[in-house]
């Protein structure tokens, strides 16, 4: 079975553009987070989606937005990048929420 | 809020040595997960820790969980150089977005001959 996939695997972005970023979950599961992982740090929560409605955010500026589909994958969409924005994204699916999350491969994004 | 906490942030050990990690958290949660992360690739699952006093081992590694005390631990067992990695504990949220965690800051492990 695949497991969660991400896509791309790297990127590079100019401060001020947008990014799109994506996750394919594991067949079955119905809830998709999404993580920023700063170099040095823990993953930080930034979404939750569950069958396809938002149902939760972390303390993430507007420039953050996502959505899920309804095959259940989903986007994370950042506008007017910054540098700080430079980080590893991390797509997390769980069959509901609160069950165990299972962690794609994540998105190397570079901001210069 | 419901914070992490994980001591230490960096260990440095001799192969064949043991020693834990400890992973203290702020207010009640009976889930906690133990993940593996080696440099540059995404979070491994270890362990699934789902009641007070589980306990759970895979090779090297044995996890446990005291819900009262909000601690867990993740021991090591005569260390390899295999071993080396950032371990994170993460803990479920469920007094904010129900089924978010929340990350400790690792804990930067190095495995020396």
């Known amino acids: 079975d695949a497991g969660v996939t991400q896509s791309p695997t790297h990127l590079i972005k100019t401060r001020g553009q947008q990014v799109t970023l994506r996750c394919s979950p594991i067949s079955g599961h119905k809830s998709v987070s999404w993580y920023q992982q700063v170099l040095g740090q823990g993953p930080q929560f930034i979404f939750q989606?569950?069958?396809?409605?938002?149902?939760g955010r972390g303390n993430f500026p507007d420039r953050f937005s996502a959505r899920q589909f309804p095959n259940y994958s989903s986007e994370l969409n950042v506008n007017a990048l910054l540098l700080g924005d430079s980080a590893l994204y991390l797509c997390?699916?769980?069959?509901?929420?609160?069950?165990?999350?299972?962690f794609g491969q994540g998105t190397r994004l570079t901001v210069v | 809020e419901l914070k992490v906490e994980q001591n230490p942030l960096f260990l440095s050990m001799q192969e064949g040595k043991n020693y834990t990690i400890y992973c203290n958290y702020s207010t009640t949660s009976d889930r906690l997960y133990w993940y593996r992360q080696d440099p540059g690739k995404s979070l491994e699952s270890l362990f699934v820790l789902l009641s007070n006093g589980a306990v759970k081992q895979e090779g090297r590694l044995m996890a446990s969980l005291d819900t009262k005390a909000r601690l867990s631990t993740l021991h090591i067992t005569a260390a390899v150089h295999d071993l080396s990695a950032t371990y994170f504990c993460?803990?479920?949220?469920?007094?904010?977005?129900?089924?978010?965690?929340?990350f400790g800051k690792g804990t930067k492990l190095s495995v020396k001959p």
């Open positions: 997390a699916s769980s069959y509901r929420s609160g069950t165990e999350a299972f």
């Open positions: 993460a803990v479920d949220n469920y007094g904010g977005s129900q089924g978010n965690l929340i």
């Open positions: 989606y569950y069958e396809k409605e938002e149902r």
